[in-house]
């Protein structure tokens, strides 16, 4: 017997079923098309001004820094700003991501280079999928756009967020997820990012920059 | 075969934990620090308890239907091009492990941090054949170079304090200029991230395990907060994920019920830095991410616990907060379990997965206080499940004899009242005549133990019940 | 006068029915500390109940932790049919009015008959200050006391009972009294039972943690609801030559203090 079989088959035996009842296989199907949502902390339940509000307090505590622009025209020189103010080179590294492509770069001394990151980059913007204002967290999205890798190799993560794709909670990210790509689909990667990378394991010190970027800054669009 | 144990010699290993100052300062960290910010997280977040209780329902739930979740989640693994494998133990997991990394050519592993992956002990068996495996989280990282078990299911490194860590790095890191200032934490963490950045790059097969798996999507969920488990996974050309079987979640919005409760219960974070959904390998598009995805599910003894007692373990999350709050764990740290759990979570969870016979002390190893079940957040019940290991070691005739001897002495006088009121009447009269000088002993037979580390505080002398006969006999008749 | 019938009581001439209360005076105080189950009685007495103590062992909580389960049906079956005529039954301590009311229905969970007689006890059992706040609703008692205390939460009344509120209402009705809070005083004092003799080295490293607190509060009276955990962290403090009084917070609240505190003798108290 393959141990798969070994494997359900123990299962079964240890639970007391065949796994061939129709009751149960109909619970377990019900549950995976309903998908039900569970506790929704009211914390997150506000919308507007309050919403993107309470995303940047959050994502603050998570000691990423948060700029608000008006217009997307603004990204660029925002971004320009922040690395100035770090003293950080000018170049930045970005995917294929149309929204960020079509910004107004040239009207910065900004040097940038397009596709994933093989690790020197110090440098990298990408266009988060959503945020959540529960947590400050942002949603982002694997795909020649946004590789995954800008999101962890280079030194200073940057990600841009339109103020109307902050959401409120988690499930109305997967809700937009299953809009995108039909249910039960899933792209590669999603990856939830809730501040810069950190680790407290030598003698419980709060470090940044554990392996993933030193810093996170997200620019929030307004309009 | 699971990795070796040294649980037999619990009292010993304590008594040495008890001993050794170096470890007694670094468990002040774990006293200080995860309780207060866990009680904040906690306190923040008006629907918590009753997130707990989703979360425990939620988890009991999928354990129930576990067999149907598990083909669920392969079919849809599958379909987005991954591989799964079964494995029913260590051996058979260690087997398809190397096998896919022999397929893959791989001279080296990074591994993201898996408790599973050191159950099966996967680090020494990929050595033994020729293939080096690098931990890439910085606890995981640190006790490797030292050849040691995690000591804690989070915090791995937390029995070490800053120059155990930096003697290990001039050790290992030779290449670096010997002069080079490692004073400070920072430094540490900066080498070790350039360190270990070049092994990301370089590395063939990346292996991490997973916090839950979710059958609505076939997808695998990693949590961690330096990134390590994400440039593990989407730098090389392979990623395995290794998980044991109760890993398990019906859809994304439980697995998010659940992720509520676990960074707040673990190091009192909203939610940890990096919660990554993968679901196969790259698709045709991509720009990055790695092009073979497999899963490895392993039993390794969890089947078995189901439709037991200890059915409710399967419900650990791994957050580590019953060993945070543990007053032994506080004492004698984790390598004194003397397996991969330490904690309350070990002393329930060791003796399932290599038998009581071996890991007997852990269960006995607690005062019930209570106070690991009082902050688990999926509630288990962890004091009842040590009791039912107590159980299991009294039917079995493990218990020590002179426990026997002494809990039947006290039995067989329990059950004649007349006899007890007698024999106890006598007995604190002649203690507590004894003890009257100086209302306290500093010695008492059979009390060795005790009279160790306190003084026997005297009775005062006539029983209650005798007191009580003389004085109101006839009175409340 | 209340006319007893059957565990049952009626008020006779409109007086109100007193409570027939079974104390449950537990092993430890039994034998080690009775004057803490005088105190109890007084406590009860003077809220209007009327107290009997009939003849009893033990809860078999020792067994019960050391997983004799047999032994443990035995003490219990014994204990139920001790205890079922009365309207409540009341424990100086937490660890066993918790054993009774958390773990005897589970005891039986596989006997239907003992199942019911095990409820039926473990809803009218209850730790002496939360019978006297949660059920009685005394909110202050006739004593005085003068210095500050410290108060350490036991386990089992803290965890399986919720016991932290009602001792300290009671105490800051005693006249003269003052609580000073100490460090950690819901964690552990390391006693557990046989675990005190059978892990020592580990147990006297937590009543050493404890001690320190105790220590650090600067209250020169440490007060607890278990003898258990009071016997463990008097010896500790006496072994360590800390100068600090240890009693059951029954004592404070009866006004019974006459009796030296826990290890210490009775030439020393009258030295006093």
Known sequence: ???????????????????????????????????????????????????????????????????????????????????????????????????????????????????????????????????????????????????????????????VVSAKDIASDYESVWSKVRFTFGKGGMPRTVNWITGPSRSGDIEQTLLLGAHGPRRLHVVVVRE | MNVHSTSPQFKQNATRALHDPQLQKALNNVKQGFIDKRKSAADKLPEFEALRDAAHDIKNHTLEHLDLYLEAYEEKVKASGGHVHFARNADEAREIILSICRKADAKTVTKGKSMISEEIGINHYLEANGIRPIETDLGEYIIQLRNELPSHIIAPAVHLNATQVEQDFRRVHTHLDAKRDLSEPVQLLTEARAVLRERFLAADVGITGANFLVAETGTSIIVTNEGNGDLTQILPKTHIVLASIEKLVPTLEDASQLLRVLARSATGQEMSVYTTFSTGPRRSADADGPANYHVVLIDNGRSAMLGTSFEEMLRCIRCGACMNHCPVYHAVGGHAYGWVYPGPMGAVLTPSLIGVDKAGHLPNASTFCGRCESVCPVRIPLPKLMRHWREREFERHLTPASVRSGLGLWGFFAKRPALYRFATRAAMATLGFMGRQRGRFRWLPLAKGWTAYRDFPAPQGETFQARWQRERKGRTA | MAKLEEGKFEAVNGSPPRLRIGLFVTCLVDLMRPSIGFAAVKLLEDAGCMVEAPVQTCCGQPAYNSGDRGTTRDLAQRMIETFQGYDYVVAPSGSCAGMIKKHYPELFEEDPNWRVKADALAAKTYELTSFLVDVLGVTQVDATFDGAVTYHDSCSGLRELGVKTQPRKLLSSVKGLTIVEMNDSDVCCGFGGTFAVKYSDISGAIVDAKAKNIGASQAPTLLAGDLGCLMNMAGKLSRDGKPIEVRHVAEILAGMTDEPGIGLAKEAARAK
């Open chain 1, 1 to 159: 017997m393959s141990a798969r079989d070994d494997i359900l088959g123990n299962i079964r035996r240890s639970l007391g079923v065949k796994g061939s009842e129709t009751i149960r296989r109909q619970i377990v199907q019900d549950r995976l098309e309903r998908a039900p949502r569970g506790v929704i902390p009211a914390r997150g339940q506000v919308s507007g001004e309050e919403r993107v509000a309470l995303f940047k307090t959050m994502a603050e505590a998570s000691l990423a820094t948060v700029t608000e622009v008006e217009s997307a025209a603004d990204v660029p020189q925002s971004i320009a700003l922040f690395l100035r103010n770090h003293n950080l080179p000018a170049t930045l590294r970005m995917g294929d991501d149309l929204r960020l492509k079509v910004m107004p770069w040239s009207e910065t001394a900004l040097e940038i280079s397009h596709g994933p990151s093989e690790g020197r980059d110090l440098n990298a913007v990408s266009h988060a999928f959503g945020g959540v204002a529960e947590t400050g967290t942002l949603a982002m999205i694997s795909g020649p756009e946004n590789p995954s890798t800008l999101n962890f190799l280079p030194d200073n993560h940057i990600i």
